[in-house]
Structure formats: structure tokens, C-alpha cells
T-cell receptor, first 115, second 113 residues
Framework: GAGVSQSPSNKVTEKGKDVELRCDPI?????LYWYRQSLGQGLEFLIY????????KSGLPSDRFSAERTGGSVSTLTIQRTQQEDSAVYLC?????????????FGPGTRLTVL | AQSVTQPDIHITVSEGASLELRCNYS??????LFWYVQSPGQGLQLLLK??????LVQGIKGFEAEFKRSQSSFNLRKPSVHWSDAAEYFC???????????FGTGTSLTVIP
């Protein structure tokens, strides 16, 4: 079956521009996560959606970052006024179960480069 | 604060040799433990996980890991490495309190013929 998909696979933008990253989770998965993977770093949690509950935004690094999940499926991560330090791979994951301790299925990521 | 340490940034092994990747965690209770593998251009794939019970856990692709409470470790092992095992490996810890999830910085594995 189809896994988690993310688009675009690569995004190059200029400093100060806004970008939108898209995630399509596995059909039927109720939980969705966004992570940031910087060079030489582990995965940094950004945000977690679970069903109709209020998202856990505790990992968003600044108010320039926001995310939404429409219809309990597709999610968009938006970074406003991008900075060079935002350059990273942004990974999306979904899980069929509630609770963040369950197995997560990851997409291939979007590599963001801010010039 | 909870943390996950993978002390080896990069490891090189010969094909057919055994492999052990180290993972140590810092947490006051027994966490949920995971190992993920990331091949180039791919997302992370779960290799194995430990929640409770037998401390030796078998995973996919011939990998296993052993939870050692006294050492706060969850090392990943494979008796005979294949060239296709070359990838980045991440240890992760799930902490029940607060439902938090922490990843290590990863170990890059190179397999030479």
C-alpha cells in the first residue's frame, strides 16, 4: 500500500520568503507528526496532530512556523519569512494509533534550502 | 532531562562482519525504546522496539537489540552485515510521562566489500 508521501522532495528558497511543505499520511492513520532533521543532528520534534484534538505545538521553534491538518488527513507545514537556519530536511510521519509512543511511519522528507 | 546518546557518529565495517551500534538513554524509569534505519533519500523505517518483557528483541532484516537497564543501554546488533545495511541508524526513546519521543543524533554505517 501507499506510504507517507511528502512534497516537494526538494525546495530552494530565498531568505525572507514563505514556504509550504505538504504531507499525505497513510490512509486511516489518525496521528501525524512533523520533525526537522538538521545536518549532524537528530530528529527534532515540531508538532503532533491526533484526530480532532488540539495539536501539540510544543516543538515549533518560533512563531514563523505553523501547521494545519485538513479533514484529519493532509497536513501543511508553513514557514514564514524563512531564515538560513531553517535549512533542513523536514520529515512527516503518521501512526494508526493514538499516543506518540507508537510506531511511526515516515515519509521521505522535504529538503529545504534557504539561500 | 531525558536524552538519547549515540556515541558513534560513523562506523565502517566489512561485509560479513558483525555489527554493534550503541545507544544510551537518560531517563528515570524504563522508557519505550526503538531503532530506526534511514536509507539515503528515504524516510525512517522501524527496525525493532522494546516496551517490556524479554530484554532481547528481534527485528527485521536480521537485527536484534538488547535492553540493559543497569547500563541504560539499548544496543543494536547484527551478526553478519550486508552491503545493503549501509544507512543511517537512529535510536529513539519514548517517555510515557508527557508522551514525549526523543531521537539520537544517528550513526552512519558504511559497509566495505
Amino acid at each position: 500500500g501507499a506510504g507517507v508521501s511528502q512534497s516537494p522532495s526538494n525546495k530552494v528558497t530565498e531568505k525572507g520568503k514563505d514556504v509550504e511543505l505538504r504531507c499525505d499520511p497513510i490512509s486511516g492513520h489518525t496521528a501525524l507528526y512533523w520533525y526537522r532533521q538538521s545536518l549532524g543532528q537528530g530528529l527534532e520534534f515540531l508538532i503532533y496532530f491526533q484526530g480532532n484534538s488540539a495539536p501539540d505545538k510544543s516543538g515549533l521553534p518560533s512563531d514563523r512556523f505553523s501547521a494545519e491538518r485538513t479533514g484529519g488527513s493532509v497536513s501543511t507545514l508553513t514557514i514564514q519569512r524563512t531564515q538560513q537556519e531553517d535549512s533542513a530536511v523536514y520529515l512527516c510521519a503518521s501512526s494508526p494509533l493514538s499516543g506518540r509512543l507508537n510506531e511511526q511511519f515516515f515519509g521521505p522528507g522535504t529538503r529545504l534550502t534557504v539561500l | 532531562a531525558q536524552s538519547v546518546t549515540q556515541p558513534d557518529i560513523h562506523i565502517t565495517v566489512s561485509e560479513g562482519a558483525s555489527l554493534e551500534l550503541r545507544c544510551n538513554y537518560s531517563y528515570g524509569a524504563t522508557p519505550y525504546l526503538f531503532w530506526y534505519v534511514q536509507s539515503p533519500g528515504q524516510g525512517l523505517q522501524l527496525l525493532l522496539k522494546y516496551f517490556s518483557g524479554d530484554t532481547l528483541v528481534q527485528g527485521i532484516k536480521g537485527f536484534e537489540a538488547e535492553f540493559k537497564r543497569s547500563q541504560s543501554s539499548f544496543n543494536l546488533r547484527k551478526p553478519s552485515v550486508h552491503w545493503s545495511d549501509a544507512a543511517e541508524y537512529f535510536c529513539a526513546v519514548g517517555v510515557f510521562t508527557g508522551n514525549q519521543f526523543y531521537f539520537g543524533t544517528g550513526t552512519s554505517l558504511t559497509v566495505i566489500p
